[in-house]
């Protein structure tokens, strides 16, 4: 009876101290901008797509996000970055396949895929993201995409919102961000697999620039 009394006390102090935690207000890194976010990456050459609707913007509920495609002489990609400062009010990441259906596209193919990246210091090191093979009509895309915060990087969405409470207790901060790289195949000749190295070619590229946009 004592040692339930006892284990019952340390539960109570531990809520409220996640409680009491929770009430305060959140840290909120400084950061750049993703208008900030460099046009020229090597090779590639970005342009900005055009700008998202009122309700689009209303459900994706981000506090900045970055919608653009990138070209080289022979090959395109798509870039999409969302930030959220904080998931403690209700808008918090959620997966882009969620938005696959209604834009026409059908998930054909799914697994996770290891990444060699360096970060802005060089230092190497593997991360692995979501690969998913989508489909429209005859167009088909590799869809590259992961949740990052802190400087972690996780392909799982419900390992993201462990991670997301840990953080929110540890840190007093939920901010973080969807990262997501498209790459089609291009043209009759071209193949799934020779759009999944562009993809990961410009994931090389990207990577050691985030850490300017999404704070460690």
Not at 2 to 23: D, F, H, K, W
Not at 126 to 138: C, D, Q, R, S
Request: aromatic letters at 10%; one cysteine or more.
């Amino acid at each position: 009876m004592i040692a339930r009394i006892g284990i019952a006390a340390i539960l109570l102090l531990i809520s409220a101290g996640v409680i009491a935690q929770a009430s305060r207000m959140e840290v909120v890194p400084p950061r750049e901008s993703f208008s900030r976010f460099p046009l020229q990456l090597n090779s590639w050459r970005g342009e900005d797509n055009p700008p998202l609707s009122e309700e689009v913007l209303k459900v994706l509920g981000s506090d900045d996000y970055l919608s653009r495609t990138y070209y080289t002489e022979n090959a395109v990609v798509g870039l999409f970055d969302a930030y959220y400062e904080t998931q403690r009010q209700g808008d918090s990441m959620h997966s882009p396949l969620n938005c696959l259906p209604g834009a026409g596209w059908q998930p054909l193919d799914k697994s996770y895929l290891p990444i060699q990246v360096a970060d802005a210091r060089g230092v190497q090191s593997e991360i692995t993201v979501n690969k998913y093979i989508i489909e429209k009509g005859l167009d088909q895309q590799v869809v590259l995409y992961w949740y990052q915060s802190h400087g972690r990087v996780i392909a799982n969405e419900y390992r993201s919102k462990i991670f997301m409470v840990y953080d929110a207790a540890r840190l007093n901060r939920s901010d973080a961000a969807l990262v997501r790289v498209t790459s089609p195949k291009l043209g009759s000749n071209g193949s799934l697999e020779e759009a999944e190295s562009r993809a990961m070619e410009f994931v090389k590229q990207v990577f050691p620039m985030m850490e300017r946009f999404l704070p460690l």
